[in-house]
């Protein structure tokens, strides 16, 4: 079997050589090449044509998001972004790079790791995601919506027509955009709450809601253990804030730090199999693009209590693994291309359970 290709891209000389040597040591890869800028790393990809880029998102004469924008949009390539970002505005172009179409983020090593344990991940990282099958990706130029169109939405209802209490979301790798063009195709005054599960590792989740609240029409927030779950009225966005299960419990919001579930924490089963049991039939749960099966039993569970649920299909998803399981299962009521996610849940927001949805 030909290794796996990859051109890294940093530019830090000693960071560069530390992934270059951690790669070029297992013999499933090959460095094909370096560059320590955007533009330079441009080039390369389209005369190199590698399986893999990690790219540095704080890069000179061309940045990693201009650079994954370009690659996405002319020579389609997975995307591994290896960065050190922590500040508020560095952490919003990282997000907006896996939106561009970037597979995953992973984060430096600090020197602090257990020994061999960042190498390990990173180089299982790589070959993971050298397997998925990328499209060219043009990039949309977004707008948020102005922060008036929050507040002039009409008023808050007394209760939701439909019967429906909540709206659970499930993703993962490919899950940013995807999440995204949901919350920005709902109206500001969709009745639900939404439950939000994204898999994407500490510390990039940190600011996470806050990117997503400037893009929604509905306001985005973590959540916080204890508070109560909004009943239907004015919906708003709660997010599974990073390494902790988020779960309902007797009309509450609820944070745990159990087991992983499916290597996960947070993890979409968790949420889903929460709602089954204290919802039922008035949830809504949607998985949408992601890699292997966090999701698929949580959403059977809903299914079987009376809920309505859907799935992502195939030819828009990223990844279809977490959709593909979902479907396998039995667990999707409705397979739907991301487009026509967002307007199911509005209809579904109208319609009461078990009519016309």
Not at 179 to 194: A, G, I, Y
Not at 244 to 250: D, G, K, Q, S, T
Not at 281 to 300: E, K, P, Q, S, W
Not at 311 to 333: F, I, K
């Amino acid at each position: 079997m030909a290794p796996i290709r990859v051109l890294v891209v940093d530019d830090s000389l000693t960071i560069r050589m530390r992934l270059i040597e951690i790669l070029a040591g297992d013999p499933d890869i090959a460095v094909v090449g370096e560059a320590a800028d955007g533009r330079t790393a441009i080039a390369m990809c389209q005369a190199l044509r590698p399986d893999v880029v990690t790219l540095d998102m704080m890069l000179p004469i061309m940045t990693g998001l201009a650079a994954t924008e370009y690659i996405m949009a002319h020579c389609p390539t997975p995307i591994l972004i290896v960065s050190a970002s922590v500040n508020r505005g560095e952490l919003f172009r990282t997000y907006e790079a896996l939106a561009a179409g970037a597979l995953d983020v992973f984060d430096k090593p600090t020197g602090k790791e257990v020994d061999g344990e960042w190498e390990r991940k990173f180089i299982a990282t790589v070959k993971l995601i050298s397997r998925i099958r990328v499209i060219t990706h043009l990039r949309a130029k977004l707008s948020s919506p102005p922060r008036d169109a929050r507040t002039i939405a009409a008023a808050p209802r007394p209760d939701s027509p439909s019967g429906f209490e909540v709206v659970a979301i499930g993703a993962s790798t490919g899950g940013p955009a995807a999440v995204r063009d949901v919350l920005m195709s709902l109206p500001p005054d969709f009745p639900l709450p939404v439950l939000l599960v994204l898999h994407i590792a500490d510390p990039f989740a940190t600011a996470l809601a806050e990117w997503l609240d400037g893009l929604s029409p509905l306001r985005v927030a973590c959540a916080a253990d204890g508070e109560p779950i909004q009943r239907p009225g004015r919906g708003r966005v709660v997010l599974a804030p990073p390494d902790a299960h988020l779960v309902v419990r007797e009309g509450k919001l609820r944070l745990s730090r159990g087991p992983e579930r499916n290597w996960c924490r947070p993890s979409v089963d968790v949420l889903f199999e929460s709602l089954a049991e204290e919802i039922g039939a008035r949830a809504i749960a949607c998985v949408l693009t992601g890699m292997g099966r966090d999701g698929a039993d949580g959403l059977l569970a809903i299914r079987k209590a009376g809920g309505a649920c859907l799935a992502q299909d195939e030819a828009t998803s990223v990844v279809y693994g977490m959709p593909r399981e979902a479907v396998l299962r039995g667990a999707a009521e409705r397979v739907l291309p991301l487009q026509d996610i967002g307007p199911a849940l509005v209809r579904l927001s109208a319609v009461g359970p078990g009519n016309g949805r």
